[in-house]
């Protein structure tokens, strides 16, 4: 049997903090704006998940999830970037370290205007607006329509 990297006694703790009485509630709080699966995908990065487990939601803007996997690598590495949440044709990624100057945000913007143009012109609509949005912004969201 595998141990916990937690140690023998973490159920123990866990229940004196209650924190395993509240996950039924967290569970539903997290579920009750919209209906989530779990999936749980045999990779090493969040970034490889999007390609092993066949996600098309870019299929209107690119058939290759290999390039859309290699873009998040790039980064994770460059912005402690992590899948958060990938639904029918978005994505949700959670970011360590995002832009903290316009100058850099405006570049980052330039690689999500190619990654994911309908972000910024469906969205928003303006590209200045959308680099301003991205200083200190931990959360980048993705869609294509």
Do not use: K
């Not at 100057?101 to 012109?121: C, G, Y």
């Amino acid at each position: 049997m595998a141990r916990s990297a937690l140690g023998p006694d973490w159920r123990r703790r866990a229940c004196r903090a209650g924190i395993l009485t509240r996950l039924p509630l967290l569970a539903e709080s997290l579920g009750a704006a919209r209906p989530r699966l779990l999936g749980l995908v045999p990779a090493t990065r969040g970034a490889d998940t999007l390609t092993l487990c066949g996600w098309t939601g870019p299929l209107n803007h690119t058939n290759e999830t290999e390039e859309i996997s290699a873009v998040v690598r790039s980064w994770e590495e460059r912005f402690g970037a992590r899948v958060v949440t990938v639904d029918y044709s978005t994505l949700e990624l959670s970011v360590a370290a995002p832009p903290t100057t316009l100058e850099h945000a405006r570049q980052v913007a330039a690689e999500h205007e190619a990654f994911a143009p309908d972000t910024i012109w469906q969205g928003c609509g303006d590209f200045e607006d959308y680099a301003e949005a991205l200083v200190g912004s931990g959360d980048w969201s993705f869609w294509w329509d």
